[in-house]
T-cell receptor, first 116, second 113 residues
Framework: NAGVMQNPRHLVRRRGQEARLRCSPM?????VYWYRQLPEEGLKFMVY????????ESGMPKERFSAEFPKEGPSILRIQQVVRGDSAAYFC??????????????FGPGTRLTVT | GDSVTQMEGPVTLSEEAFLTINCTYT??????LFWYVQYPGEGLQLLLK?????DKGSNKGFEATYRKETTSFHLEKGSVQVSDSAVYFC????????????FGAGTRLFVKA
């Protein structure tokens, strides 16, 4: 009964490179959320996806960031041309249904991105 | 907009001391409320939750009561252990306000032996 899986757990990129973060939701979950945690801060919502659809991307930076959740395979958070300010922990969460009051989100272990 | 405010840390306690971490929220309607715990270098684990007013969530000796009249969800534990040292996040989930979880800034707890 695997939980939410994320890989890689640690990712180092030089400025200007691309970062790809993967998230496999819990079995039976079709809703995925991405959050970013800057050092010494709480988590901030980035994007909410269902299979093949972006439902809410109000927390995504307007440039360089994109997310997808294809019909098959994991959800991908992609950061193009990374900058030092992108260094953070990126957490994925999944839920069984729409995030109603009773359906909390289960979090993965996170990917820690370091931009050098 | 919706928000969560929790007491600033770090909080340093001796083993077996009583713990309170204050949390208040702002939201229209009736969100679900959560406490998550994050151990060093790890992801978030759900500690407890409450989905409606006057509900008490409890787990591993921790408890919190959903107080609508004071819009609060304070975390308490009667006797902390060194292994409780972690960062604690208060959060709300308000479906009709969007499906994102809104987190407080976190409170770091250090427990000394």
């Amino acid at each position: 009964n695997a939980g939410v899986m994320q890989n890689p757990r640690h990712l180092v990129r030089r400025r200007g490179q691309e970062a790809r973060l993967r998230c496999s939701p819990m079995k039976g979950h079709s809703h995925v959320y991405w959050y970013r945690q800057l050092p010494e801060e709480g988590l901030k919502f980035m994007v909410y996806l269902q299979k093949e659809n972006i439902i809410d991307e109000s927390g995504m930076p307007k440039e360089r960031f994109s997310a997808e959740f294809p019909k098959e395979g994991p959800s991908i958070l992609r950061i193009q041309q990374v900058v030092r300010g992108d260094s953070a922990a990126y957490f994925c969460a999944s839920s069984a249904q729409e995030g109603g009051a009773s359906y909390e989100q289960y979090f993965g272990p996170g990917t820690r991105l370091t931009v050098t | 907009g919706d928000s969560v405010t929790q007491m600033e840390g770090p909080v340093t306690l001796s083993e077996e001391a009583f713990l309170t971490i204050n949390c208040t929220y702002t939201a229209t309607g009736y969100p679900s409320l959560f406490w998550y715990v994050q151990y060093p270098g790890e992801g978030l684990q759900l500690l407890l939750k409450a989905t409606k007013a006057d509900d008490k969530g409890s787990n591993k000796g921790f408890e919190a009561t959903y107080r609508k009249e004071t819009t609060s969800f304070h975390l308490e534990k009667g006797s902390v252990q060194v292994s409780d040292s972690a960062v604690y996040f208060c959060a709300l989930l308000w479906a009709t306000g969007g499906f994102k979880t809104i987190f407080g800034a976190g409170t770091r707890l250090f427990v000394k032996a």
